[in-house]
């Protein structure tokens, strides 16, 4: 096969956009990508100080190398959730990446905080995964704002957008579908929120990923075993295998046509938050879902 673009040999077959790529234009591509997302949805400018949330993880590197190389403001933030079996590996990947790419790193330490993962797993009978989620958007999204960064960027990519969306559409999450897309505005002591690799694939940044040479970790959280997520995700791609490009179709069809409706049932039945009565947070009830989470652990 050759390369649609320049017509060497090319490594990396895309059905989804008819098209094989080279290593060089391959990186152009995943860049014209990104470049593509931010302009169209309006993510972010230059003038903009953005936070990366940095899991150790291919998409969230592939990101900060990307909008490094495009000259975007960017400094990046680790949560260390102190899980024996992956958070080592994890932290040491963001490191010596952000060493390597001479990317300002900041670390949280959740043991030091009191909300090590396997400690709220272990007195808090509830789901562990959406505990964890909950303390690493209060956490992102605290430090941000801080710190005096107006934009945080997360490499959540296009299988993790249509997973999220297909579950939400199971379940009719009406307030979940009107929020979801890759840019959710500053507002209510939040700040803006932005998904940059939602046009790419698990696929698509593994390949860039192993072009561009970035070395990352693949050690997964021991506690997410049977998380729906990775069901949803073989699914579409089953899916994709027979029909090119349906995730992509699937999602930006969501974005163009059915996102409205639910965004505008959100603002009819949502309730405007209200600071934390502990910490100040923006939360809908009288105390955030990390306060509650601390308590219960004084309690346990």
């Known amino acids: 096969m050759k390369c649609t673009r320049c017509r060497e040999k090319a490594v990396v077959a895309l059905p989804s956009h008819t098209a094989g790529f080279c290593p060089p234009c391959y ?56 899980i024996p079996q992956s958070s080592p590996i994890a932290r040491d990947h963001v490191e010596r990446f952000c060493r390597a790419y001479d990317i300002n790193l900041s670390v949280l330490e959740m043991e030091k905080l009191g909300l090590s993962i396997p400690e709220v797993r272990k007195k808090i009978k509830r789901p562990v995964c959406s505990l964890c989620g909950k303390i690493k958007r209060y956490y992102f999204n605290k430090f941000a704002l801080d710190n005096g960064f107006n934009v945080l960027a997360t490499g ?13 559409v199971l379940s009719w999450e009406s307030a979940h579908l009107g929020d979801q897309g890759p840019l959710l505005p500053e507002e209510n002591g939040f700040t803006r929120k932005v998904k940059p690799l939602y046009r790419l694939s698990e696929f698509e940044t593994a390949n860039f990923c192993f072009i561009a040479e970035i070395d990352y970790g693949f050690a997964p959280c021991p506690y997410s075993g049977g998380a729906s997520f990775t069901y949803y995700k073989t699914l ?17 069809g ?47």
């Not at 291919?58 to 490094?68: F, G, I, N, R």
């Open 156 to 168: 959540h990519n296009l299988d993790d957008e249509v997973a999220r969306l297909f579950s939400n």
């Open 27 to 82: 990186l152009l591509f995943v860049e014209r990508q990104v470049q593509k997302a931010i302009k169209d949805k309006k993510l972010f400018s230059f003038d903009d100080r953005i936070i990366i949330a940095l899991s150790g993880g291919k998409d969230s590197l592939a990101l900060a190398w990307q909008l490094k190389k495009l000259g975007y403001d960017i400094a990046g933030l680790h949560i260390d959730l102190a």
């Open 254 to 300: 969501f974005l163009k046509r059915g996102r409205k409706a639910f965004t505008r049932l959100d603002l009819e039945e949502g309730v405007k938050p209200s600071p934390c009565k502990s910490c100040g947070y923006p939360t809908s009830e009288e105390s955030c879902g990390v306060c509650r989470i601390k308590h219960m652990l004084e309690q346990s």
């Open 236 to 252: 579409f791609d089953e899916l994709e295998h027979k029909q090119p490009g349906r995730k992509l179709s699937f999602y930006e």
